[in-house]
């Protein structure tokens, strides 16, 4: 009996031994992570576009609203559907005409955390992107910003809002628009299982997603993808160690930012994307060649990286991304609240 007591004893020093160095494990690795990532703010602030309740309720009409284009057939919310993640899970987006734009639309989610605006950082906010797709002939259609005011210049209600939203000028303005929308935009975040983590919720993580998030870690993906938004906050060429359509079989090579800056250090530049909803925000890449996340990050640690991931490296690290998903309140899904 003693012997077996012995044992019992010796063998629950050793689990209490395992279980400490377990828990020291995930501490050292809780205390990186925040040192890597931080929790999304509450709203998305703008000093020299304050948000106010009644800019913000104009702003989500507007953002729903098909008479923003030519023929009232698009609304920002077609190509950036709220109840679809913020996209429309196509690889490019139709336009007033039917044309397909460009570039894969980008989720709004989140965008008014991000450092620029479109995937060239062409516009430095939210306020300045608003106004582009609707005078984009490929995209809304809008012949010029009288236009879009006269527009809405007929609509008593418009009339009323615009007043109300903007007292110091109370009349419809393409600039008082892009303020609205962007005004919207910027309570459109989506705090998730990672942002209760970072706050110091160690256990809101099962063991299994933490191993993806050190394996996200230590594959080196926070060189671009950190911060709150676990990317958004920089640009970067895309194909570091190898050209990128080799790998996305884009069928067209896009040269990224050197379209809007003419400097040649600026080919296939692109601001880095958010990770924030990326279960949820496919295809992926400026083209949205790619369908299956898998794919999108055994390519991006090839091509940015210079690594090649086994299977179960890449599952463990979508398994870590799944906890990047969130959700915007349902009253701001539509327009009638």
């Known amino acids: 009996m003693r012997i077996l007591f012995i044992l019992g004893l010796v063998f629950a020093i050793t689990m209490s031994c395992s279980e400490g160095k377990k828990v020291?494990?995930?501490?050292?690795?809780?205390?990186?992570?925040?040192?890597?990532?931080?929790a999304l703010p509450a709203v998305a602030e703008n000093p020299e576009n304050p948000l106010t309740e009644k800019k913000v309720d104009l702003g989500k009409m507007?953002?729903?609203?098909?008479?923003?284009?030519?023929?009232?057939?698009?609304?920002?919310?077609?190509?950036?559907?709220?109840?679809?993640y913020g996209v429309d899970n196509n690889p490019f987006s139709k336009g007033n005409d039917g044309e397909l734009g460009g570039r894969n639309s980008p989720t709004t989610l989140n965008?008014?955390?991000?450092?620029?605006?479109?995937?060239?950082?062409?516009?430095?906010?939210?306020?300045?992107?608003a106004g582009g797709p609707i005078l984009n002939p490929v995209e809304m259609a809008m012949p010029n910003e009288k236009a879009v005011v006269d527009r809405l210049s007929k609509i008593?209600?418009?009339?009323?809002?615009?007043?109300?939203?903007?007292?110091?000028?109370?009349?419809v303005s393409y600039d008082n628009i892009k303020k609205a929308i962007g005004a919207f935009e910027r309570k459109l975040l989506t705090p998730a299982k990672f942002d209760e983590y970072l706050s110091g919720k160690d256990n809101v993580l099962s063991a299994q997603e933490k191993h993806g998030l050190k394996t996200y870690i230590d594959a080196g993906c926070t060189t671009c993808h950190a911060g709150s938004l676990l990317?958004?906050?920089?640009?970067?060429?895309?194909?570091?160690?190898?050209?990128?359509?080799?790998?996305?079989?884009?069928?067209?090579?896009?040269?990224?930012?050197?379209?809007?800056?003419?400097?040649?250090?600026?080919?296939?530049?692109?601001?880095?994307?958010?990770?924030?909803?990326?279960?949820?925000?496919?295809?992926?890449?400026?083209?949205?060649?790619?369908?299956?996340?898998?794919q999108a990050v055994s390519i991006m640690a090839t091509i940015q990286l210079n690594k090649d991931l086994t299977?179960?490296?890449i599952?463990?690290?979508v398994l870590f991304l799944k906890t990047l998903t969130g959700n915007i309140p349902q009253e701001l899904k539509r327009v009638n609240g």
């Open 311 to 313: 299977e179960k490296e």
């Open 111 to 129: 965008a008014a955390l991000h450092i620029a605006q479109f995937w060239d950082g062409r516009e430095p906010d939210v306020e300045a992107q």
């Open 156 to 171: 008593d209600e418009y009339v009323r809002l615009f007043a109300e939203a903007f007292p110091e000028q109370p009349v």
């Open 231 to 294: 990317g958004g906050n920089m640009y970067q060429k895309f194909g570091l160690f190898d050209d990128y359509w080799t790998y996305t079989e884009s069928k067209k090579v896009d040269l990224g930012r050197f379209d809007v800056t003419k400097n040649d250090a600026d080919k296939y530049i692109f601001k880095v994307p958010s990770l924030r909803n990326i279960e949820k925000t496919g295809p992926y890449f400026h083209d949205g060649s790619v369908d299956d996340l898998k």
């Open 315 to 317: 599952n463990d690290i």
């Open 24 to 38: 020291e494990k995930n501490s050292e690795l809780d205390m990186k992570a925040r040192k890597l990532f931080t």
């Open 62 to 84: 507007l953002y729903f609203d098909k008479r923003l284009s030519k023929d009232n057939t698009q609304s920002c919310n077609t190509c950036h559907n709220l109840d679809t």
